[in-house]
């Protein structure tokens, strides 16, 4: 093989990594681009760190986000829901790099989300009196079978107003919970804007062992 053949050989080769290459990073990034995309509008997910939602949700589990889920309709009694705590559960907070970034993206970050469930939505009367304290909805009183074993509805008495367009949410560990009750006295009262929630939880999907729906 002479010396024009070898240099064509190789510029061939040069030429047929090149456009691998540039296969693989296209690739890469539309399947980036799809994550993102699917993320922001169909199902994103969430990491569960602390024990405020025991036993229906514990740490190290993952959990799917229905973004869709209130696309015609708010969160009702009951839902468990994703939100942003800003301006609520962090009425002083700024928020980081990190989460404007996945803010702008419209994914849930760490810093500032919560999750947590339910109790009532714009209009209803919240209370929690006597000893031990009676949770009632609009004078109603509520069943919830999903409260951590042993505990008790509130171990604080209250009464609230729940604004329209607001939420009044409570953590399934009452006594390990910091919700709506530890904030009535900040900006907010501790009731999140319905624009602030990123989506309904509705499957427990990691660890695979504990795969189940989320009631």
Known sequence: MNQTARSERATLKRRAFSWVWRFAVLAIILGLLSTIIF??????????????????????????VDRRAYKDTDPQRGDVIVFDGRGSFLPYAKASFADDLLGA?????TGSKYVKRVIGIGGDTIECKGTPCQLTVNGQPLE???VFDGDAPSEQSFSVKVPEGRLWVMGDHRSASKDSRSLLGASGGGMISVERVTGKATN????????????
């Not at 993206?105 to 970050?109: P, R």
């Open 204 to 215: 427990i999907v990691w660890p695979l062992d504990q795969k189940s729906q989320i009631q």
């Open 39 to 64: 993320r922001a509008s169909v199902i994103d997910l969430f990491h569960i760190d602390s024990n405020s939602m025991q036993s229906t949700l514990n740490p190290g589990q993952s959990i799917a």
């Open 144 to 146: 919830e079978p999903y």
């Open 105 to 109: 993206l419209s994914l849930t970050g």
